[in-house]
T-cell receptor, first 115, second 111 residues
Framework: GAGVSQTPSNKVTEKGKYVELRCDPI?????LYWYRQSLGQGPEFLIY????????DSGLPNDRFFAVRPEGSVSTLKIQRTERGDSAVYLC?????????????FGPGTRLTVL | QQQVKQSPQSLIVQKGGISIINCAYE??????FPWYQQFPGKGPALLIA?????SEKKEGRFTISFNKSAKQFSLHIMDSQPGDSATYFC??????????FGPGTRLSVLP
């Protein structure tokens, strides 16, 4: 595809459930980022992949959050035992990955609502 | 020290006017400053970016002004159009690390 795609676009779940959010980056982009955007706030960094490995996961808020990118392309963000405070838009971005200043191209996000 | 402050929170401008959004930072290690534009239901998109060795950068109707000593930078949108109505985020980066975003400014340009 031409851009970064994310599925689902919306996810409603109940407190305590497990959710998976998927990101398909731009083909050929080696760097992939996950951000969380709460209402009225800027994106907040969660984790950064360079290829298959997590190069920086310092933004993950706790051990309920986990992300994988097994083949260096598609990535999945996994949230266990969801809490109401996890409700936000989860954004994925990809870049060529050669420099930290490479343009990051964002997907439209997944809006997660935890009831 | 990792925060980027942004003002105003919201801005209303008449068509043809100048929109000005300001950002400030504390960490002098920041060395790359982009601005992102976000429309409802979309992800942010890079608009323009500047490095601290330059005081101004212009691309079309969009200009970044950078004041290194004051640790401030601003986005100016000349001849603002209704199509510019969106939320704008400033951000800052330390090379090799990750972006820190401001809280955003919601711009409305009246026709």
């Amino acid at each position: 595809g031409a851009g970064v795609s994310q599925t689902p676009s919306n996810k409603v779940t109940e407190k305590g459930k497990y959710v998976e959010l998927r990101c398909d980056p731009i083909s050929g982009h080696t760097a992939l980022y996950w951000y969380r955007q709460s209402l009225g706030q800027g994106p907040e960094f969660l984790i950064y992949f360079q290829g298959t490995g997590a190069a920086d996961d310092s933004g993950l808020p706790n051990d309920r959050f986990f992300a994988v990118r097994p083949e260096g392309s598609v990535s999945t963000l996994k949230i266990q035992r969801t809490e109401r405070g996890d409700s936000a838009v989860y954004l994925c971005a990809s870049s060529l990955g050669q420099l930290s200043t490479d343009t990051q191209y964002f997907g439209p996000g997944t809006r997660l609502t935890v009831l | 020290q990792q925060q980027v402050k942004q003002s105003p929170q919201s801005l209303i401008v008449q068509k043809g006017g100048i929109s000005i959004i300001n950002c400030a930072y504390e960490n002098t290690a920041f060395d790359y400053f982009p601005w992102y534009q976000q429309f409802p239901g979309k992800g942010p998109a890079l608009l323009i970016a500047i490095r601290p060795d330059v005081s101004e950068k212009k691309e079309g109707r969009f200009t970044i002004s950078f004041n290194k000593s004051a640790k401030q930078f601003s986005l100016h949108i000349m001849d603002s159009q209704p199509g510019d109505s969106a939320t704008y985020f400033c951000a800052a980066l330390i090379y090799g690390q990750n972006f820190v975003f401001g809280p955003g400014t919601r711009l409305s340009v009246l026709p």
